[in-house]
C-alpha cells in the first residue's frame, strides 16, 4: 500500500524547511532530494524517486530550496547560494532528527551542485552525495568549470549523469572527478539530457539510481563506509 507524503514545514537551525517527508517502515537511512534552478520539489524526477527509495526502505525528503520558497517561478537570485547551502544543512539536520542512520545529500543540477559546495566546506554535513545531473559549466561554455571546490570535497558521492547532457559530457565528468579526493562513482546514463528522467527510462532509471545507492552507501548503518 502506498503511504502519502508528510508536507512538512518546519524552522531548524535559523531555515525554514518546506517540502514532503516520505517515511519508509523500519527506515535508519535518509536522504534528502533537492531540485534544479528551474524546477522546485514537486518535480516529477524527484517525486519518482523519492517514492521509489521509500519504498526500498530508505526515508526521503524532498524539499525547496530558500531561493523556492521566496518565490515560485525564476532562477536562483543573486548571492542566494549562501541562503540555498543553510537550507540544505537544515534540511540535513531534520533528516537526522527522523532517521538514526546515514543521511544522504541528493539533488538535481543546481540543487546537487550547491549540496557539494556544502559538503566541501562542512565535511559532517552529510555522509554521503546523490548528484543528478552535475552542471558542470554552463552550455557550450566549457571553460567555466564549477569544480573549484572539488579537491576540497571529502564526502562520498556518486554522480548520475545523462550521455547528452550540454552541461558536460561523460568525458569531462571522468575529468573532473578526478580532482576530488573523496570516493566518487560516475554513471552514465544513455540517451539522456539534463533532465535525466524520460518516459522510456523512468522505471529503469530508479531502479539503477537505487541499486548504485545501495552498492555506494549500504542500506542504513550508522557509520560511513
Not at 514532503?20 to 524526477?45: I, K, M, P
Not at 573549484?148 to 550521455?163: D, E, M, N
Not at 549500504?218 to 557509520?223: I, M
Request: glycine share 10%; proline share 7%.
Amino acid at each position: 500500500m502506498t503511504t502519502s507524503p508528510e508536507m512538512i514545514e518546519a524552522m531548524v537551525e535559523g531555515s525554514q524547511v518546506r517540502g514532503y517527508l516520505h517515511r519508509a517502515e523500519s527506515s535508519t537511512a535518509g536522504l534528502v532530494l533537492t531540485h534544479g534552478a528551474g524546477a522546485n520539489c514537486r518535480s516529477l524526477l524527484l517525486s519518482s524517486l523519492a517514492e521509489a527509495f521509500r519504498s526500498a526502505g530508505v526515508t526521503v525528503l524532498r524539499c525547496d530550496l530558500p531561493f523556492r520558497q521566496e518565490r515560485a517561478q525564476g532562477p536562483p537570485m543573486r548571492g542566494s547560494a549562501e541562503k540555498d547551502q543553510a537550507g540544505l544543512r537544515s534540511a540535513a539536520a531534520f533528516l537526522r532528527s527522523q532517521c538514526p542512520g546515514r543521511v544522504i545529500l541528493g539533488g538535481h543540477s543546481y540543487g546537487g551542485r550547491q549540496a557539494t559546495m556544502l559538503s566541501a566546506a562542512d565535511p559532517i554535513v552529510a555522509d554521503g552525495l546523490l548528484l543528478l545531473s552535475y552542471p558542470l559549466h554552463p552550455p557550450e561554455r566549457p571553460e567555466q568549470m564549477r569544480t573549484q571546490h572539488f579537491p576540497s570535497l571529502r564526502t562520498p558521492a556518486v554522480f548520475f549523469h545523462g550521455t547528452r547532457d550540454g552541461f558536460g559530457s561523460i568525458a569531462e565528468m571522468e575529468a573532473a572527478l578526478k580532482l576530488i579526493p573523496a570516493e566518487t562513482q560516475l554513471v552514465p546514463v544513455e540517451a539522456a539530457g539534463h533532465e535525466l528522467l524520460s518516459k522510456k527510462n523512468r522505471d529503469s532509471l530508479t531502479q539503477m539510481v537505487i541499486d548504485v545507492f545501495h552498492g555506494m552507501f549500504g542500506k542504513g548503518s550508522p557509520q560511513r563506509m
